[in-house]
């Protein structure tokens, strides 16, 4: 099992930026790849980043792409995504996932966060 928390989401004006921190525990070598998924009410969950936990390897979305960055720091066993020019559309609850491969696709991982908010107003 590998369990995931995330933290650092709250309200930010358009423009603005947060920090999202993922907090990876458990069986974290099975875990090829750590993933951003976002979900907004009435939406269904979309894709955001994914990062390769040996390679560091990212898949940005194309709607965060130039304004996010996804990184992992291994010796803390953390997934990071930082978000900078964070527009009203940005709006959701973001999920951390794990799983064996690099997917856009939200089959494609095994384990998820129990979600944090992030909010920006205009």
């Known amino acids: 099992q590998v369990q995931l928390v995330e933290s650092g989401g709250g309200l930010v004006q358009a423009g603005g930026s947060l920090r999202l921190s993922c907090a990876v525990s458990?069986?974290?070598?099975?875990?090829?790849?750590m993933g951003w998924f976002r979900q907004a009410p009435g939406k269904e969950r979309e894709f955001v980043a994914t990062?390769?936990?040996?390679?560091?390897?990212?898949v940005y979305s194309d709607s965060v792409k130039g304004r996010f960055t996804i990184s992992r720091d291994k010796a803390k066993n953390t997934v990071y995504l930082q978000m900078n020019s964070l527009k009203p559309e940005d709006t959701a609850v973001y999920y951390c996932?794990?799983?064996?491969?690099?997917?856009?696709?939200?089959?494609?991982?095994?384990?998820w966060g129990q979600g944090i908010q992030v909010t920006v107003s205009s």
């Open positions: 996932t794990a799983g064996s491969l690099l997917s856009r696709r939200v089959t494609a991982y095994d384990y």
């Open positions: 458990g069986r974290t070598f099975s875990s090829a790849a």
């Open positions: 990062i390769g936990w040996s390679g560091g390897s990212t």
